[in-house]
């Protein structure tokens, strides 16, 4: 009983900002993705319209959102698993130096990131100013801006620390001797490493996945600043709480991206635990 | 051939590393040029930028805030999460797991839909946007660093020492005071650094609950729509220097090692 009571004494604190800051404004949110803008006020309704509005208005956005954060995933999973695959088992002495790299860039600098890629593929930028001063080509790149390319890029740049920690972590836990074993039982080169690599990462590389796809889908700065044109469904949903002033609208809207994405990461991430390498 | 796969690995590595640096260390290189552009040639170096930064009316306001912001974040973190992360440490794993997975749920939202969340939601309660809300918003995404960090190390910490000094009588609150909290002190003040790193950095929650307010990342935000200028890298540069700083203590105090 005594325990009990200490117990839930010292998780008060964390529970009560668990419950009063995340479970209880989500649950505010999602009652008002049911209500109505009417003259910049909310009116309280019980009305489907701003999912109908959702649909018939963003469908292509969200769809498209959904495929660019596909593909920002998929890239941050597979150059997060070479990365760790180098740190474990390739780097040596150098392995702690690469793992220390990812894990400064981690927790620092995710609008610093955003501003340094604008200033590096900027049409005055970096690249092209460092291109045309070593003569390799005599006008600026004008495609490397302002397009789902620049988005892909900046994206892949700030999410690759979140995907390198996790499979670094799960990979941290094969053992040189099971290797060992598996190359004198005549399982060396790929069939040691999709026997007992790739499904003793399974948890990281999943966590890497679920974490960026979520993510890249809900991001809203990066297609703002080096986009240009390109329309992602956080954009959107930016916009309601700014200009368009509907939140109704953006709360139906946050719904259906957190709704949509978790499927498509769950539905990825169990079709990877079908998989079995041969 | 061992030698060329070698090579071919260093020769990866090496892309990895640049790819993800040369962006960190542009910002800081051209946050010293003498032009008006963040672009080659850097004819000279030059503190301009800096003093442009310096001078600006914005720049106070903007560091205190997130001075105060981040270091209020990292107080509570500490504090809170070492009790959560107790909590957690005296109930058996298969309890003590799902609680755990269950505080870090606010890292799997969005920050933009947790920010115009909480918008939403204190502005029906009539709480006033200011450094306060900041504070409140950022506990949400800088606590379960904290809780795991002290969780990890509460897992593998010998209780025989503080189980003698409650056999010599001491009360679980002193025992606490005087035996278990110097033992793993490194390891709070490392995730609470941490945690004040995450806020320090934070833009997106930040942006829609602080309401007209300044701090580093919204003063650089509001700088890169006006004008491209390196004003903005040398806020950027002061921002990266703070938030990696506080990690690099924080990875020595923590001896986190991956």
Redesign the interface.
Same mark, same amino acid.
Do not use: H
């Given at each position: 009983m005594r325990?009990n009571r =200490?117990?839930?004494l010292?998780?008060a604190?964390?529970?009560a900002?668990?419950f009063v800051?995340?479970v209880?404004?989500?649950a505010?949110?999602f009652v008002?993705s049911f209500w109505r803008k009417v003259l910049f006020a909310m009116q309280p309704d019980f009305t489907f319209v701003n999912y109908l509005l959702v649909y018939q208005q963003h469908l292509a956005t969200l769809a498209f959102t959904l495929a660019l954060a596909f593909v920002v995933a998929l890239l941050t999973t597979v150059?997060g698993f070479?990365?760790a695959y180098?740190?474990r088992f390739?780097?040596g002495r150098?392995g702690?130096a690469?793992?220390?790299?990812?894990?400064?860039?981690?927790?620092?600098?995710?609008?610093?990131?955003i501003?340094?890629?604008?200033?590096?593929l900027?049409i005055?930028?970096?690249l092209?100013?460092?291109l045309l001063?070593l003569g390799v080509i005599d006008e600026p790149l004008p495609w490397l801006y302002y397009n789902a390319g620049a988005v892909v890029v900046t994206l892949v740049?700030f999410s690759?620390?979140l995907a390198i920690?996790p499979i670094?972590?799960s990979m941290?836990g094969i053992t040189d001797i099971e290797l060992e074993a598996a190359r004198d039982l005549g399982a060396a080169g790929w069939r040691s490493f999709s026997d007992i690599v790739v499904p003793r990462s399974r948890v990281g590389i999943t966590a890497a996945f $679920?974490?960026t796809f979520?993510?890249a889908?809900?991001?809203?700065?990066t297609p703002q600043?080096v986009g240009g044109k390109v329309n992602m469904i $956080?954009v959107q =949903?930016?916009a309601?709480?700014g200009l368009i002033f509907n939140?109704p609208m953006?709360?139906a809207m946050?719904f259906v991206?957190?709704g949509s994405s978790s499927v498509v990461a769950l539905f990825t991430i169990w079709l990877f635990s079908q998989w079995r390498p041969r | 051939m061992r030698g060329v796969s070698d090579i071919v690995w260093r020769a990866v590595a090496c892309l990895f590393v640049v790819f993800l640096l040369s962006p960190l260390v542009l910002v800081v290189l051209f946050s010293f040029t003498s032009r008006a552009q963040s672009a080659f040639p850097i004819e000279s170096l030059s503190l301009r930028w800096w003093e442009a930064m310096f001078s600006d009316p914005r720049f106070p306001g903007a560091f205190w805030n997130s001075i105060i912001i981040s270091g209020t974040v990292g107080l509570l973190c500490a504090v809170i999460g070492t009790m959560a992360a107790m909590a957690l440490a005296r109930m058996e794993p298969g309890r003590a797991r799902p609680a755990a997975a269950m505080l870090c749920l606010p890292l799997m939202v969005p920050p933009l839909v947790l920010g115009v969340a909480l918008l939403a939601f204190y502005s029906k309660t009539h709480i006033a946007l200011g450094r306060q809300t900041v504070i409140m918003s950022h506990l949400l995404f800088t606590l379960p660093f904290v809780v795991l960090v002290v969780y990890a190390r509460l897992r593998n910490f010998d209780y025989r020492v503080v189980e003698s000094a409650r056999d010599l009588g001491a009360s679980p609150l002193r025992a606490f005071f005087t035996v278990t909290l110097p033992i793993i002190r490194a390891t709070i003040v490392g995730a609470a650094l941490i945690a004040m790193s995450l806020s320090l950095d934070d833009f997106v929650i930040t942006f829609f609950t602080i309401s007209g307010g300044q701090t580093l990342p919204i003063f650089v935000f509001g700088m890169i729509r006006a004008a491209l200028t390196p004003t903005a890298n040398a806020i950027g540069t002061l921002i990266l220097v703070m938030t990696i700083g506080t990690t690099l203590v924080a990875l020595w105090l923590t001896r986190y090692r991956g």
């Open positions: 325990e =200490i117990r839930a010292l998780l604190p964390a529970t900002i668990f800051l995340f209880l404004p989500l505010y949110f008002i150059l070479v990365y180098i740190v390739k780097a150098w702690p690469l793992l220390f790299i990812s894990l400064i860039t981690m927790f620092g600098g995710y609008l610093v990131k501003y340094a890629w604008m200033t590096i900027g005055k930028g970096v092209n100013t460092a001063a740049n690759l620390p920690l670094y972590a941290r $679920g974490l979520l993510l889908g809900g991001d809203y700065l600043l $956080g =949903i930016a309601q709480f939140w953006g709360a946050s991206t957190l | -």
